[in-house]
């Protein structure tokens, strides 16, 4: 009843929100800004170092 309070009807107040073992994985909550920042620098080394495999 209360995983479906919370997953189902959206009432996160009165339910259960399972967060299972990735949960202690996390070590950082970085800013929306600074994680698509991270996520474009990466993309952009990716993909200049795989243009650079894939050039003649």
Do not use: N
């Not at 920042?37 to 795989?50: C, G």
């Amino acid at each position: 009843m209360l995983l479906r309070a919370d997953l189902v009807e959206g009432h996160t107040d009165a339910g259960a929100l399972a967060s299972g073992q990735v949960v202690g994985l996390i070590d950082s909550l970085p800013t929306v800004e600074k994680l698509v920042t991270s996520v474009v620098e990466q993309a952009e080394k990716t993909l200049r170092r795989t243009s650079e495999a894939f050039s003649c």
